[in-house]
């Protein structure tokens, strides 16, 4: 009787595994591992307010930095949980920016009256700062380890405010 | 009375053949009546749907193309492109060089018309830079490797034909080492005045 019972729950187990494989997602598998890990290239961009941020003004922090545009339907879908993700971190010594590809300071202070986002919003109007860094495809999210290295990469929209995904970053602190 | 062994053999089974299961659909937008065909094989989720030329107007016009650099390239059978590797199982990249994709028309074969040789054939006073740098990025990469952590990709894809031609695609992705190809029959370009509602 025990055997069967034993039996039985094993069968059980095997289940639930083969059903709900395919729907856990662990960090790992959210946010991609670069390998090795490289600089990130270094930028100067003017945020709305006119001011200069460089990368080199996060330094000592991790800081996720998205590539992105008001054009592109998965960038706007994954705005909110990024602001909602900002939140969260930013009294956690996480930095986040967002760097727009293309337009200009007007286009993007529109977009903002639709998505309220209270993170920097970066301005790379030539489309110089998008060229160094290894953007494909928009958008792309990096995330950059306190010391200034690229060390891991999602392309595509995510929910960043995952508290998995958010618990990679964490880590990243010194 | 199955054993759990065998029990468990039958489940694995099961379970393999879901996973390396490939798929072709084809269905239409209800309230859009624009088209969506879609490949499931092998790590690869490719959904080539339908664009309408003034769908594809409105967005450039609206990035700052003439109405001539517009027209032309509303007019040549453009494709909204959604890539997504959906390898959740062998943690295996797949990697899509859309300079080794065919489109097959009238008995004819030829390469899609990539954004560098859009690029290429437009001077610099005609496409300003802040339009040629929402083109490069509005459209799908040449070359992309998607990871099995969710990478996604979208992009228009223009397949260099007139307004309501049919035509056959043979797409190629390697995924992990393997090479792969599918081709995806009677694909049609949505004619022209066809409105997207």
């Known amino acids: 009787m025990v055997k069967m019972l034993n039996n039985y729950l094993k069968i059980n187990f095997c289940l639930l595994l083969i059903i709900f494989s395919p729907f856990v997602q662990s960090a790992e598998t959210l946010l991609t591992k670069i390998t090795p890990v490289r600089n990130a290239p270094e930028f100067s961009l003017q945020d709305l307010d006119g001011n200069i941020v460089k990368l080199s003004d996060f330094r000592g922090k991790p800081l996720i930095v998205n590539f992105w545009a008001t054009w592109c339907p998965p960038c706007r879908k994954e705005m909110p949980s990024m602001e909602r993700a900002w939140q969260i971190i930013k009294d956690q010594g996480i930095a986040m920016v967002a760097i727009n590809v293309g337009e200009d300071e007007d286009t993007v202070f529109t977009f903002t009256a639709d998505y309220p986002l209270s993170f920097p919003l970066l301005l790379d109007t030539t489309g110089s700062v998008t060229q160094r860094w290894p953007v494909v495809g928009l958008p792309t999210t990096f995330i950059v380890n306190p010391e200034g290295k690229i060390v891991y990469r999602a392309i595509g929209e995510r929910e960043w405010d995952m508290p998995e995904l958010l618990n990679v970053i964490r880590q990243l602190k010194k | ?197």
């Open chain 2, 1 to 197: 009375m199955l054993s759990v062994n065998k029990v468990f053999t039958i489940l694995l089974l099961t379970f393999t053949s879901a996973v390396s299961v490939a798929s072709q659909t084809m269905t239409q937008n209800q309230d859009t009546k624009l088209i969506n065909w879609s490949l499931i094989e092998h790590g690869l989720h490719l959904q080539l749907i339908q664009r309408t030329p003034d769908q594809t107007r409105g967005f450039f016009l609206g990035r700052g193309f003439s109405n001539a650099v517009t027209n032309d390239i509303a007019t040549q059978c453009v494709f909204q492109t959604i890539v997504r590797n959906t390898d959740k199982y062998s943690g295996k990249a797949i990697t899509l060089p859309l300079p080794t994709w065919v489109v097959h028309y009238q008995n004819k074969s030829q390469p899609i018309k990539l954004k560098e040789k859009w690029d290429s054939q437009w001077s610099t006073s005609e496409v300003a830079m802040a339009s040629r740098l929402a083109f490069r990025w509005a459209t799908f990469p040449t070359q992309q490797t998607f990871e099995p952590s969710g990478d996604r990709n979208w992009g228009m894809i223009s397949m260099g034909l007139p307004p309501g031609a049919s035509f056959d695609l043979t797409v190629k992705w390697q995924h992990g080492d393997q090479n792969h190809s599918a081709t995806i029959k009677a694909m049609q370009c949505p004619a022209d005045g066809q409105n997207a509602k």
